[in-house]
């Protein structure tokens, strides 16, 4: 079992930056991804970033440029920096966490991100 706890969210302003973290614990392997997700209210959940252990990132489009992820492997940690942020960035988002070639994804219980002026 893998357990994520995120941290982070919260209100900001059109064109503002907050930071999410999210901390795994357990069960850790050492190959594994970790990523970040959102959801909108009506809409699906949809990937955000993703990282691999070994540092390989993936972004949507509609965050390149403007959100980075990070991990500290000794430390289990995953971040997601967000500048530059826009009320569409709006959402839940999640942490999500799996070990390479496995099919279960664990997830974090979310956190509300609101871009609103």
């Known amino acids: 079992q893998v357990q994520l706890v995120e941290s982070g969210g919260g209100l900001v302003q059109p064109g503002g930056s907050l930071r999410l973290s999210c901390a795994a614990s357990?069960?850790?392997?050492?190959?594994?991804?970790m990523s970040w997700y959102r959801q909108a209210p009506g809409k699906q959940r949809e990937l955000v970033a993703t990282?691999?252990?070994?540092?390989?990132?993936n972004y949507a489009d509609s965050v390149k440029g403007r959100f980075t992820i990070s991990r500290d492997n000794a430390k289990n940690t995953v971040s997601l920096q967000m500048n530059s942020l826009k009320p569409e960035d709006t959402a839940v988002y999640f942490c999500?966490?799996?070990?390479?070639?496995?099919?279960?994804?664990?997830w974090g219980q979310g956190t509300q991100v609101t871009v609103s002026s």
């Open positions: 999500e966490y799996h070990h390479v070639g496995a099919l279960k994804a664990y």
């Open positions: 357990g069960s850790i392997f050492r190959l594994n991804v």
């Open positions: 990282i691999t252990s070994g540092g390989s990132t």
